[in-house]
């Protein structure tokens, strides 16, 4: 509770900040306010309890999914320090935005009313419009801003009318008692709840991209300034797969058999779309949109075996945000003198910055799921309850879209390391963006040798 | 039927019921209403002012962002009213909330207001 007072007041702060041309201070009081609110959310651990007319709730998956999006934010404001070196006019709206998105990402975690759920998805999808559109005078990212908003209004639309019809069906909002009324008639299910409940499905899987429903996020990816990117493919992303797990396992859980089937189907499209069109692209934002498209799957198999796969999304979302982190900030730091973000960039930048390639090696062994880094057990958890629920196509499919996936990140990795550059100048390093990569690289490994004390997190 | 549905028959009758008093009325007035035809009539915009020009043409932006602002902070006004009416029973809490919202909206008024929205010249 305390934590989305800080965020709010945070993010008038910084607008306030921006306004009056005090540029200097956005990133130290953007960081101060973040660290505040992981800690004032720390306190909340064991805490468990409801506020706001038991709309919001502080329990342990909502506190761990906040911690997890609030650090990763304060990254991404930290790298948003190197992209406003030049032109810092619109940097105070950028901070604000960006909190304000980080709001509508905790809300919709921490929902206990279908009200705050939506309000949430709205805040969130709301400010990422904007932000897709930051680079004003290019048409590119205005393209993107527009496709974004169409789309994503269109899945509200559809959102919204589930939600309708399942309060039709319930006559409830509070999640705690759509899943009593949901248990009570599981013997005869009412087609009116059954119809709400696939419109919320759908409706969801356009936020998270998910096949069919993916072909905005390729466009999108690559029109939005890269730093939006990276917001997007990470907390974005963690927050939409988060409360579709939340919704779905506390409302529907007892009427699993009704959907789990559908999602199946979703979760074996979506992640052989992804990495077979993957293959193909010769523009790293693509690929890794594609590649998040993917990764969107494996996360669609911790919502099929909703029963305890909290623990394992929580970890598989923390490896996932890393590692592209990583990717998308040496990115910025390649693109950063002519714009290019073609996977040719990459060639020789074992040459040119050896430590810069280390890190990338990391991220891309981690997003290919190769042993000794976080990407692995991530796989190996999901892919570990699927299994114990019995899911063999699911496994199998998933299992086969690793390999495939092997082929498209070791080819970044040898473009870096066996490749001639095109020039042989050293990139210009920067403090903030070099922190990082340190940072993520190195977290990429360390959660490795955790991750039991990650997935036990939240019972 | 479903028993289930059983219970959503009223609104398709209402659903029926609205068409149907729409489909009636319009095919009424056409068939047994009187039919005087002139030019003037049939323009676009009969309000005994001619047309003049075409509707698409450019204007200023600014006329755009001065509504929406007042479309805005006309909306605050709204929430204004139900909390004066219920004043007494809402207290002090009630008052300390609307302070906030109002805050909130001052902030984005100062917003507007350094960044220019308001100039009307240059």
Redesign the interface.
């Known amino acids: 509770m305390y934590t989305l007072i800080t965020l709010s007041t945070l993010g008038f702060l910084t607008l306030m900040v921006g306004v009056f041309k005090r540029n200097s201070i956005l990133l130290p009081l953007t960081l101060l306010g973040l660290t505040l609110a992981f800690v004032l959310n720390c306190l909340d651990i064991k805490v468990d309890q409801l506020y706001y007319v038991s709309m919001m709730g502080d329990d342990m998956f909502a506190v761990s999914f906040t911690q997890v999006m609030i650090a990763t934010t304060a990254l991404i404001a930290l790298l948003a320090h190197y992209q406003f070196k030049g032109d810092m006019s619109n940097a105070g709206e950028f901070y604000t935005i960006l909190i304000f998105t980080l709001i509508g990402a905790q809300v919709m975690v921490s929902f206990n009313h279908m009200v705050m759920f939506f309000i949430g998805i709205e805040i969130l999808s709301i400010s990422l419009y904007i932000l897709a559109g930051l680079n004003k005078k290019d048409k590119a990212s205005n393209e993107a801003a527009l496709k974004y908003f169409l789309i994503g209004s269109f899945a509200s639309g559809f959102l919204l009318m589930g939600i309708a019809l399942v309060y039709a069906a319930t006559h409830s909002l509070y999640i705690g008692d759509i899943a009593e009324k949901v248990r009570a008639g599981s013997e005869m299910s009412s087609p009116i709840l059954i119809v709400g409940l696939l419109l919320i499905l759908v409706g969801m899987a356009f936020k998270i991209s998910a096949a069919p429903f993916h072909f905005w996020a390729p466009d999108v990816y690559e029109g939005s300034p890269t730093l939006v990117t990276s917001f997007m493919a990470t907390v974005v992303k963690t927050a939409a797969i988060a409360s579709f797990l939340r919704l779905f396992f506390i409302c529907f859980g007892s009427i699993g058999n009704e959907w789990t089937n559908v999602l199946t189907v979703l979760a074996i499209l979506t992640m052989s779309i992804g990495n077979i069109t993957a293959l193909y692209q010769k523009n790293f934002k693509r690929l890794l949109a594609y590649s998040g498209i993917s990764h969107a799957g494996f996360l669609l198999i911790g919502v099929i075996v909703y029963a305890n796969s909290a623990g394992a999304v929580l970890y598989y979302s923390i490896a996932y945000s890393l590692a592209s982190l990583t990717a998308f900030t040496i990115l910025i730091f390649l693109s950063s003198k002519n714009g290019d973000t073609a996977i040719t960039s990459f060639n020789g930048l074992g040459k040119r910055n050896p430590w810069l390639a280390v890190a990338m090696t990391i991220a891309m062994l981690s997003l290919a799921g190769i042993p000794p880094t976080a990407g692995f057990f991530g796989k190996y958890y999901l892919f570990n309850l699927a299994i114990r629920d019995g899911q063999w196509w699911l496994v199998g499919f998933g299992l086969l879209n690793s390999l495939i996936s092997v082929y498209y990140y070791f080819w970044i990795i040898i473009c870096m390391f066996v490749k001639e550059p095109a020039d042989e100048t050293k990139l210009q390093s920067e403090w903030s963006s070099l922190l990082v990569v340190t940072v993520t690289a190195i977290g990429i490994l360390a959660i490795g040798f955790i991750p039991e004390q990650i997935i036990t997190l939240i019972k | 039927m ?1 028993s ?2 059983k219970i ?1 028959l009223p609104i398709l009758l209402q659903l029926l019921l609205v068409l149907g008093f729409v489909a009636v009325n319009m095919l009424v007035t056409h068939i047994i209403g009187p039919k005087r035809n002139s030019i003037a009539k049939d323009s676009s915009f009969e309000c005994g002012i001619e047309v003049e020009g075409n509707a698409r043409i450019p204007f200023s932006v600014k006329y755009f962002l001065i509504a929406i602002l007042f479309v805005l902070f006309d909306v605050e006004l709204i929430f204004l009213y139900p909390w004066v009416v219920n004043y007494l029973e809402l207290g002090f809490k009630g008052f300390f909330e609307m302070f906030l919202f109002i805050a ?1 909206l001052l ?1 984005g008024f ?2 507007i207001f ?2 220019g929205a308001l100039k009307w010249e240059e």
């Open positions: 479903d289930s549905l959503y909130i902030v100062i917003y350094k960044k």
